[in-house]
Every structure is written in structure tokens, then in C-alpha cells.
């Protein structure tokens, strides 16, 4: 199998939702409330915590995404301009839309389109695993450079905190 040397992809840092003035509402609503009852207990610096908080929520919420650059080259995957080499990338999985051989291959696959998404599980502590947007036509390459320099892979998903973020509009 001949595989590229360099891989490149752009995507968006993060899908843009359009939100209605009602969400903007209801944040106000929770951070107030939830700032005069921290007042009416006392805890002045949990009610500063929740306004500021707030503030931040509703500015990251107006904030467009930017274009990512992401490249996947011989020594590992490129995001921007931050490296992942393979030696520090523990496993991977490409998540994308099952071919209609695979789905009577497998029988049990799900009928509903998922976003193709590149799952890295890395050392890291603070982002143990990474979810990086990619495009259906690349998929099958990423996985096959991946195996090429033995990395393993092992089935992932969202992060539960992604779907969190997803559930409350983000």
C-alpha cells in the first residue's frame, strides 16, 4: 500500500451553533440567581466566581471559530504548530460513516451519519484524549499511517464533558 508521506487538513476549532436570545436569558437567569444565593450564604467569592464565569460563557459563545490546520507527517500529528509525536500517542481510532460493505459485513452497525472524527488517547493529563475533526475521503489514510508506525488502536468516544458542552449549546 503506498501511503502519503504528508497528510493535510483543515477544519473549524469547533462546530458553530447558533444560539437564540432565550439562551442568552436563561444563562442570566442561572448566574444570577445562582450569585444572590451564594451572597445570601455568605460566600461573596463563589458569587464573583459564578458572574465572572458568566461574563466568560457568553463571550466564548459569541467568539467565531478559527481554521485549524492539522497534519499528519512522519513524525506524528501537527496541529497548528504543537507536534504529537507517534512515540507519545498511546492509541488511536478513526470514527467515521460505515461503507455499505462494512454495514453487511457487520450487520449491526448503526444506520445514523457520525461526524468523522481522528479519537487520540496521548500521555497527557490535563487533555487525555484528543478529538480531532477530519474529512470522510482522509479517514481510511489516517488510519492506515497510524498503523504504519505502530501505534495501537482502540475503539474511543466523545469525551463525556464534550457531550456536556454539546447538551448546554457549546
Known amino acids: 500500500m503506498d501511503l ?3 497528510l493535510e487538513w483543515k477544519a473549524l476549532e469547533y462546530e458553530e451553533k447558533e444560539r437564540a436570545p432565550d439562551w442568552f436569558w436563561a444563562l442570566g437567569v442561572l ?13 461573596f467569592f463563589f458569587a464573583l466566581l459564578l458572574v465572572v464565569s458568566g461574563i466568560l460563557m457568553a463571550m466564548f459563545s459569541l467568539k467565531k471559530p478559527e481554521m485549524v490546520n492539522y497534519e499528519l507527517n512522519r513524525l506524528g500529528l501537527k496541529i497548528q504548530n504543537r507536534i504529537h509525536p507517534y512515540e507519545k500517542i498511546k492509541a488511536f481510532w478513526v470514527e467515521k460513516n460505515p461503507t455499505a ?3 453487511e459485513l457487520h450487520g449491526s452497525l448503526p444506520e445514523e451519519a457520525v461526524k468523522p472524527t481522528l479519537f487520540i488517547k496521548s500521555e497527557g493529563w490535563l487533555m487525555p484524549i484528543l478529538s ?7 479517514a481510511d489514510n489516517i488510519r492506515n499511517i497510524f498503523k504504519n508506525h505502530d501505534v495501537p488502536e482502540e475503539k474511543m ?3 463525556f464533558s464534550d457531550s456536556v458542552m454539546e447538551f448546554l449549546g457549546f
Open 101 to 103: 460493505e462494512e454495514r
Open 132 to 138: 480531532v475533526p477530519i474529512e470522510e475521503e482522509v
Open 4 to 6: 502519503p508521506n504528508k
Open 31 to 43: 448566574v444570577v440567581a445562582g450569585a444572590v444565593a451564594s451572597i445570601l450564604f455568605g460566600n
Open 157 to 159: 468516544k466523545e469525551h
